[in-house]
């Protein structure tokens, strides 16, 4: 760091550096490290702790703040024209932890057969083996703090699971996804006392990434440039970039690479925003409450060594191949808002984020009774107790293959920095409809082969009993959105390769669902942090390096690495010779 800038630390410790960018003396100032990371939320934080722990100096830059920061916020709009995706503003959070800060926690891994060659759908596999990331899984599992064990089997044994969700069903396939409890939920939190210990992380806060510095004859990026509402900015030099500012942002901010380099970064590439895709939910039916301890004890949350355990009801390989649909999965959701039950949901939430509302604190106290019973469900069944007024729905969310024409890209519109905003073409198809109906029919034949339409049946939603309804017509994203940076080998049919680093900028790597070829039936973020710390981790083992960019061929057009062209020419990598 320059000395003449003299930042002001706003989180002093004897190791990590925390500077918000509004409070700089000066107008300007200037950092460089071999490691610069964009973004601290959940993928960046990983990345960013691992590689510090063994000694590496990175700079991570964060938009947003330690806490919600509304103009902040307000940077995440995007262009809509169709105005068909939601969540853009209720899925997406800058700041330090990023979207943890408000994620509900649901963890489980992708399928295996997920990321495998699908000729059924002619989806091809992913360009790296899944089996490798397991070996993060505890990891990842003892920094949320919930309890190990498997997610699928015999892994709740009671009386009322075994009978009611049989481990060998043909068409649905029951796992559980572990979810950490609401105050250890936000990474950021979690990882505070280890990250103040490490000397060799500076986190700048309030930096929005606006422009980037480009090596044109080595193609490569060699700088950032990141500002604030007063104008203020912040210059990182580094020699490895990585972007970890999730699926949108992370796009955007690769299209204005390209922007910078006039279109000829990525020229070669013909996927980037391509593809973009997020799991589609639906509300298919009301469970019907006739007992209402009964549907409590099937459905309410499980709690095992100390960690809830929430229904994952996945159609099976063998379902998807017979129909020939993509994945999905269905899980309750419980209608909370209007019950004195949300108000302690909403008193916990208030902790994770730091921002208890005193009327819920007083709303809480006055449902004890209530508090009560919900103690014994908890502490004595090892269940959330879900009051018969609550009413349960059953949502199916469904696998959106990937599609041509759902792709993001700069827009005319300028958000508060002059910037162009993310533009989304987006739209679910006749396929993800399939896909719907298919899960719809087995759940059906699920509830009949368990008994469960016996003592809670299922009152099917319009669009779910005529298929003359479409029912992606009022389906919603479910704010996983993925793909639109794709992994691959062929630098013309994505955009970074089995290493997560760019084809065409081989030192910028992407760590974000933005790479996953398909989405599979998973929340993507177990999946985001296992990549994260594989990626640390082939970085600090010397990874072998591309040092340089993908250039088309002065003889055939094809596209060859720049090592491969038979001469030295005196030319832009990023251009014309």
């Not at 044994?157 to 939920?185: G, H, M, Q």
């Not at 099976?316 to 191949?321: L, S």
Request: aromatic share 8%; hydrophobic share 40%; glycine share 6%.
């Amino acid at each position: 760091m320059d000395s003449i800038d003299k930042p002001i630390r706003v989180c002093v410790h004897r190791g990590m550096s925390i500077y918000n960018l509004s409070e700089l003396e000066n107008d300007c100032s200037r950092s460089t490290a071999p490691l610069c990371v964009i973004g601290a939320g959940i993928a960046g934080l990983l990345f960013a702790r691992r590689v510090a722990k063994k000694g590496q100096r990175v700079i991570v830059v964060e938009s947003g703040y330690a806490s919600y920061d509304p103009a902040i916020h307000a940077l995440n709009e995007i262009e809509d024209p169709a105005e068909r995706y939601s969540r853009a503003l209720t899925g997406r959070y800058r700041g330090l932890g990023g979207t943890s800060s408000r994620w509900g926690g649901r963890m489980i891994p992708i399928g295996k057969h997920e990321t495998e060659a699908r000729p059924y759908l002619q989806q091809q596999r992913w360009p790296i083996a899944v089996d490798p990331l397991e070996s993060y899984h505890d990891e990842i599992e003892k920094i949320f703090k919930v309890g190990d064990g498997p997610f699928r089997g015999n892994v709740i044994s009671d009386e009322i699971t075994s009978k009611y969700f049989p481990v060998e069903d043909k068409s649905l396939l029951n796992r559980w996804a572990k979810v950490p409890s609401f105050k250890n939920c936000n990474v950021f939190t979690l990882l505070k006392d280890e990250l103040k210990e490490l000397e060799n992380i500076e986190i700048w806060l309030g930096a929005t990434v606006c422009e980037f510095k480009l090596d044109r004859a080595a193609g490569r990026l060699s700088g950032i440039v990141a500002r604030n509402f007063s104008g203020k900015q912040l210059e990182v030099s580094a020699d490895r970039f990585v972007i970890a500012a999730g699926t949108i942002e992370t796009t955007r901010l690769l299209l204005l690479m390209n922007a910078a380099s006039d279109d000829n970064a990525f020229r070669s590439c013909r996927v980037l925003g391509r593809y973009f895709q997020d799991h589609l939910k639906s509300e298919v039916a009301t469970i019907n409450r006739r007992n209402p301890s009964l549907t409590n004890r099937i459905f309410g949350y499980r709690f095992l060594n100390a960690t809830r355990r929430d229904l994952h009801l996945e159609l099976t390989e063998t379902a998807q191949r017979g129909d020939a649909v993509a994945s999905a999965f269905a899980y309750v959701a419980m209608d909370l808002a209007e019950s004195p039950l949300g108000y302690i949901k909403k008193l916990a939430h208030g902790i994770q984020k730091r921002q208890v509302d005193p009327n819920d604190l007083w709303q809480a106290s006055k449902n004890m009774g209530l508090v009560a019973r919900s103690a014994y469900w908890r502490y004595l069944r090892k269940q959330l107790f879900v009051p018969a007024s609550i009413d349960l729905h059953l949502m199916v969310c469904a696998e959106q293959l990937p599609q041509w024409s759902n792709h993001i890209r700069l827009a005319d519109k300028r958000d508060r920095f002059g910037v162009p905003k993310a533009q989304l073409e987006w739209a679910p198809t006749q396929t993800d409809e399939r896909t719907f109906r298919s899960a719809i029919s087995h759940i059906a034949g699920y509830w009949e082969r368990s008994g469960m339409d016996r003592v809670c049946p299922l009152e099917w939603s319009p669009a779910s009993s005529d298929p003359a309804l479409p029912i992606i017509d009022n389906a919603e994203a479910c704010a996983h959105p993925s793909g639109s940076t794709r992994m691959g080998t062929d630098p013309a049919e994505s955009v970074v390769g089995p290493d997560l680093r760019c084809h065409a900028v081989p030192n910028v790597s992407v760590v974000s669902a933005s790479v996953f070829p398909t989405a599979g039936s998973a929340n993507p973020t177990f999946t985001i942090m296992k990549l994260a710390l594989w990626l640390a981790d082939s970085h600090l083992q010397g990874a072998p390096r591309r040092e340089h960019a993908f250039v088309p061929s002065e003889i055939t057009g094809s596209v060859v690495s720049s090592h491969e062209v038979p001469a030295p020419v005196a030319r832009d990598q990023f251009g014309a010779a």
